[in-house]
């Protein structure tokens, strides 16, 4: 007798939800196509296994399954990382219901609600909202400082043309110079003021012009690895944006290597299409995802929530406007970049919608 003939079938079949039936050995007895579709999973190939061969879950998760199923107590587990059989982490919330003997077969329902997308739109619209307060305030702060910046430039300049000793006007040319260096400084924190110069390209033209700079500045001492999805198409983008926004990553994760002393460095750059993938509050048929990926120490816990910002460095000698100025590159392209980090593993995500109709209205704005 099927172990789920008592329930209406085609109900369980037609829900959004995700469930799971569950033996009392924690076997699988069925999952609905919801199920099958967020965890990747055919009912046929998985029907009867242990659950540890579907997904596995940090902490001993499966423990509380089990006690469940001896006690008949239902629970709720809030924001549960599960990692699934073909690797990949999945976020979600999910409910455990003990249920009387079906057939002496299933003994618990599992509903499983992800949460991935509500956490990626709620953190990367807090990204976004961030981005655009430091923008708002590095511009406020631009037009303050070039002002005095200028007037000072000028009045050293007037005063070197005065001076009678020309032994003096090194003293005014230190004074010129430092206000040149502190007014590029400020343009590069505002970044590019022109609007993406866009054209139909590939991103591995952006990634192999990357990999051939990265080999002739730091070949000797860094291993890089080419991972890349021959079968992306074309979009519209502002090649020489790009090449920058990636090229300061990978810059980054080699001194980083370096700096720590690393022996066996190592960098990936791999290209991979994301389907119906989500981006701030808007759901894309196609995205571009590009990930960099080092071996190197991480990025400290602590700076991690603010590395886009400007000035902010793990590095003595570093100006910390490297990936502001690749997060801006990204947001005029639609697109986005998102880091996670730990100790041996450093992993920048870079995410580009293919859709092409707001790049093609900002191509022809720039005729």
Do not use: W
Not at 43 to 62: A, K
Not at 110 to 128: G, M, W
Not at 152 to 165: F, V
Not at 259 to 282: C, D, N, P, V, Y
Request: charged residues 20%; hydrophobic residues 40%; aromatic residues 4%.
């Amino acid at each position: 007798m099927s172990p789920i003939s008592e329930f209406p079938r085609h109900l369980l079949e037609n829900l959004t939800t995700a469930v799971l039936l569950l033996e009392q050995n924690l076997n699988l007895s069925y999952m609905n196509p919801a199920a099958e579709m967020l965890l990747a999973a055919s009912l046929t190939r998985f029907r009867h296994q242990p659950l540890p061969s579907l997904f596995q879950e940090p902490e001993d998760g499966l423990s509380t399954l089990r006690e469940a199923a001896l006690t008949g107590h239902p629970f709720t587990k809030r924001e549960a990382c599960l990692q699934l059989h073909h690797g990949e982490t999945l976020t979600v919330d999910y409910t455990v219901s003990p249920i009387a003997e079906l057939a002496h077969q299933a003994q618990l329902i599992v509903e499983i609600f992800p949460r991935d997308r509500q956490l990626r739109i709620s953190r990367e619209e807090d990204l976004v909202n961030k981005q655009e307060t430091v923008r708002a305030l590095v511009r406020g702060m631009a037009h303050e400082i070039k002002n005095p910046l200028g007037g000072i430039r000028g009045a050293a300049q007037l005063l070197e043309r005065a001076l009678p000793d020309d032994q003096l006007k090194d003293y005014t040319q230190v004074i010129i110079e430092e206000a040149d260096r502190l007014r590029n400084l400020v343009d590069r924190m505002l970044g590019p003021n022109q609007l993406p110069a866009m054209r139909l390209l590939n991103i591995h033209e952006v990634l192999e012009r990357v990999y051939t700079l990265a080999q002739a500045e730091f070949g000797d001492h860094i291993r890089l690895i080419r991972d890349y999805d021959p079968s992306l198409p074309e979009f519209y983008g502002d090649p020489e944006q790009l090449i920058q926004a990636v090229l300061n990553i990978v810059r980054n994760a080699m001194q980083a290597l370096i700096e720590s002393g690393h022996t066996q460095g190592r960098i990936i750059l791999q290209s991979r299409a994301k389907r119906q993938f989500t981006l701030g509050a808007e759901r894309h048929r196609l995205v571009c995802q590009v990930k960099i990926i080092d071996n190197g120490p991480g990025i400290p816990e602590g700076m991690q929530e603010n590395i886009f910002y400007p000035m902010v460095s793990g590095r003595a000698q570093g100006t910390g406007l490297g990936l502001t100025i690749a997060q801006t590159a990204l947001q005029k392209h639609q697109g986005l970049i998102e880091c996670t980090s730990q100790p041996g593993h450093t992993e920048f995500r870079l995410l580009i919608p293919f859709d092409s109709s707001e790049a093609e209205q900002k191509q022809g704005a720039t005729l």
